[in-house]
C-alpha cells in the first residue's frame, strides 16, 4: 500500500464494475495504517430518501482495508454523536492512490448490508448483485466470494467485532486515538 496519503481531502471514487465511478466525493483524511485508511465526511442532502439510517449533515467515519472485499461507512448524529448505523458495501479490495490528488477507488458488488444501532442487519441489493453478475460475466469466484464475504461481516457485527462496536463516535475516536471528526468540534 503506498503510505503517502497523510492528510488533508482525499476523494472516494464508489464505481460499479464496468462504469466509471457512480460516487465521487470529498472525505478529510483521519488516519492510514499499514493495512488501513480512515476518512471522515459528512452526508449531503443526496442521501436523502435512500438510506433507512442516514440524514443530511451525519457525520462519517468510513472504513477502508487493503485486501479486505468490505469496506464500512459508521454514520453519527452530528449533535449528539449517537450512532445512526453502519452502510457495509461488499467490494473489490480498494486502491489507494497518494499524491497530488489522494483517492481511494473501489468497485462495488451491489451486495450490502445494513447495521442499524441495535445490531439488527439487513441485506440489501441481492437482486442487483444477481443482474450485474450477469451482465459483466462474474467470474464464480467473484460471486461466491461476494457471499462468503456477506457472512464474514454477518460473523463480526454478531461478535461486535470493530468496527461493529456500536459506540457512539466520542467512544469510537477515545477507542482509535483518533482526532475528533466533527467540524465544529473545540
Not at 22 to 28: C, E, G, L, Q
Not at 30 to 59: K, M, N, T
Not at 102 to 128: C, K, N, Q, W
Not at 144 to 163: D, G, L, Y
Amino acid at each position: 500500500m503506498d503510505r503517502g496519503i497523510r492528510r488533508g481531502t482525499v476523494a472516494i471514487h464508489h464505481a460499479r464494475t464496468g462504469d466509471a465511478p457512480k460516487f465521487v466525493y470529498p472525505v478529510d483524511f483521519v488516519r492510514q495504517r499499514d493495512c488501513a485508511v480512515v476518512v471522515s465526511g459528512v452526508f449531503g442532502p443526496e442521501i436523502e430518501g435512500r438510506s433507512p439510517i442516514y440524514r443530511p449533515d451525519d457525520v462519517t467515519c468510513e472504513f477502508f482495508w487493503a485486501g479486505r472485499w468490505w469496506n464500512t461507512i459508521a454514520g453519527f448524529d452530528p449533535l449528539t454523536g449517537n450512532l445512526r448505523g453502519y452502510y457495509c458495501n461488499v467490494a473489490y479490495p480498494p486502491q489507494f492512490v497518494a499524491g497530488d490528488a489522494p483517492r481511494v477507488s473501489y468497485i462495488d458488488l451491489d451486495l450490502d448490508i445494513v447495521v442499524f444501532p441495535d445490531g439488527t442487519h439487513e441485506l440489501h441489493d441481492a437482486d442487483e448483485f444477481a443482474a450485474y453478475s450477469a451482465r459483466y460475466a462474474y467470474p464464480a469466484e467473484t460471486v461466491a466470494r461476494a457471499w462468503r464475504t456477506v457472512e464474514e461481516i454477518r460473523r463480526r457485527i454478531e461478535r461486535r467485532a470493530h468496527p461493529f462496536r456500536f459506540e457512539t463516535l466520542p467512544a469510537l475516536l477515545r477507542r482509535l486515538r483518533l482526532p475528533d471528526v466533527r467540524r465544529d468540534s473545540p
